[in-house]
């Protein structure tokens, strides 16, 4: 099986050690290309010079909403120029956060819909963080139009997966599905069209039930194919391909 990790902060400080063998076991576990998303202006570097060191690994650059503090919006401005000199396959982490509360939501919507702006300018996919923010993303995104992209750690409800679908828009799941006591989310995992759905680890973070409190990493993708190919009661082997050739549908994978 060939799998795509659709959201891996790979250029993350706890895979300095051992960002090499991280990559060399996603490989072994069948997964052999990562999108990994930026999270602010000041380590784009890091992560084009992570995704120069292996053919697998395809850099989405942008500004995290809950990096808020250390955006400018000359960043904005930035990130167009460095899209244009990079031609990277995504824009993103991008996106709203609700939940935590000290994030301006003002500020958020601002570099937001910058990005959302941008992603219609290049024709490129975004990658959105929407934690508790769901229903907020879907008017930014019905406000700029003619973007597509992926809410990526997907925890919306069904109604807003079918809003999503008819924008273009997928719908990633990573470790969270794997927890049995996520009821809501496994049960849309179950139910949601197999050509929506893209598989991620968000790894360092995110880890699935079996590695709870440890690393999370790319080649734990597997567990998480595993769950949702139980829920929904199909060949593991045929949700593998049917995400992967979603992931390279919406980023272009070579």
Known sequence: MRLVDSHCHLDAAEFDRDRKDVVERARAAGVDRQIV?????????????????????????????????SHRPQHLDELRQWIRRKRPLAIGECGLDFY???????????????????AREFDLPLVVHARRAVEAVIVAVKAVGAVRGVIHSFAGSPEQARQLAKLDFMIGLGGPVTYPRANRLRKLAASVPIEQLLLE???????????????????????????????????????????TRNAERLFGLP
């Open 37 to 69: 998303p930026a999270v602010d202006a000041a380590g784009w570097p890091k992560l084009r010079d992570a995704c120069r060191a292996d053919d697998g690994l395809f850099p989405a650059y942008g500004l995290h909403p809950i990096c808020l503090a």
């Open 201 to 243: 680890t968000d790894a360092p973070d995110q880890p699935d039930a079996e590695h709870r409190g440890q690393r999370n990493e790319p080649a734990c993708i597997v567990n998480v194919l595993h769950a949702i190919a139980q829920l929904r009661d199909e060949d593991p082997a045929d949700v593998a391909a049917a995400t």
């Open 100 to 118: 935590l509360e000290d994030l301006d939501r003002d500020a958020q919507q601002f570099y937001f819909r910058g990005q959302l702006e941008i």
